[in-house]
């Protein structure tokens, strides 16, 4: 599957994540407020997020969400393989100013269609305790598998499963 897609909607534009977007989405991501509910809670720290792009650049997938209206860098997502027809979209943060107004589920939308042209199931993993991002997984349609435990930054943590099927 192509994981670096550039998708252009009404309220966001995505494109790939280069190395000089690491300064505008750490200013983005050093909001703690972003990652209170997120197991990796303190991804707001410099060196913590620094890793966390790092990797985002290293395997690929990591794209930059801007807002349409203006360019401005509000957040990153990614694909990452699930599977051999499967893609899991996850790894998004988007700046508050852009919650609840439509922007995620717009982003969600076109990563959603641009996978399913190419995969059978898209896949989407939230941390148990962040009900914040599960609601917004569950408004999308998506079925909860069973939960698991999957590694993340080197360690093994629970996570609840969501799936999207091509019709």
Same mark, same amino acid.
């Given at each position: ?19 000089d ?5 750490y ?7 972003i ?6 809670h ?10 966390f792009f ?12 801007r807002?349409? &209206?203006?360019g =401005? ?6 694909y @990452?393989?699930? #599977?051999? /027809?499967? %893609? ?40 148990v305790d962040?009900?914040?991002?599960r609601?917004?997984?569950? &408004?999308?349609g =998506? ?6 435990? @999957?590694?993340? #930054?080197? /360690?093994? %943590? ?10």
């Amino acid at each position: 599957m192509h994981r670096q897609p550039v998708l252009i909607g009404e309220l966001v534009s995505v494109a790939p994540t280069t190395a000089d977007d690491h300064d505008a989405l750490y200013a983005v991501a050093a909001d703690p407020a972003i990652w209170d509910q997120h197991p990796a809670h303190d991804r707001w720290q410099p060196e913590v997020f620094r890793a966390f792009f790092d990797e985002g650049l290293a395997t690929g997938g990591m794209l930059t969400i801007r807002d349409a &209206a203006d360019g =401005a860098v509000i957040g990153a997502t990614r694909y @990452v393989p699930a #599977g051999p /027809q499967a %893609v899991e979209i996850g790894w998004t943060f988007l700046a508050r100013s852009h919650w609840r107004r439509g922007y995620n589920r717009e982003l969600k939308r076109l990563m959603i269609d641009h996978a399913l042209t190419q995969v059978d199931a898209v896949r989407f993993s939230a941390g148990v305790d962040n009900h914040r991002s599960r609601r917004a997984i569950e &408004a999308l349609g =998506a079925t909860q598998l069973p939960d698991a435990m @999957v590694e993340r #930054g080197g /360690q093994i %943590v629970p996570r609840v499963l969501y799936e999207l099927r091509r019709a």
